[in-house]
C-alpha cells in the first residue's frame, strides 16, 4: 500500500518562505522520481519541480526557477520543496508525486499522489 502525505504548507507574506515535505511509504523510495504540482482554484494542475531517481538532475516550472529547490532523502523516504521569495501567485494546494518513467512536468507519468497541503501567500 503506497501512501505520500504531504505536509508544511501555510499561510505566509510575499517574500516569506516555506519548506514543504512528502514522506512516503509503501514503495522503494529510491527508485522513484518525485515531483510537485500545485492547484489554484479555477486552474489545472501544473507542474512546479521534479528530481529523479537518485535525485542527481531536477527540473522547474519557468515560473519558480531560481526560487524553489526540490530535494529528496531517499535514508529518509522524504521529498522536500523548499520555496523561498513566494508570491501571492504562488497561492495553491501543493501536491507531491512518486513515479517510474522519470520526473517530467505530465501528471500522466506519475502513479502516486500526496494529499496536498495547502500554501497561501498574502501580499
Known sequence: QVQLVDSG????QAGGSLR????ATGLTFSHYAMGWFRQAPGKER???AGISWQGRSTNYADSVK??????KDNAKNTVYLQ???LKPEDTAVYYCAAGRFGSGSSTTIYAYWGQGTQVTVSS
Not at 514543504?20 to 514522506?23: D, E, I, K, V
Not at 531560481?66 to 530535494?71: H, L
Request: charged share 10%; proline share 0%.
Open 46 to 48: 501544473e507542474f512546479v
Open 20 to 23: 514543504l515535505s512528502c514522506a
Open 9 to 12: 504548507g501555510g499561510l505566509v
Open 83 to 85: 520555496m523561498n521569495s
Open 66 to 71: 531560481g526560487r524553489f529547490t526540490i530535494s
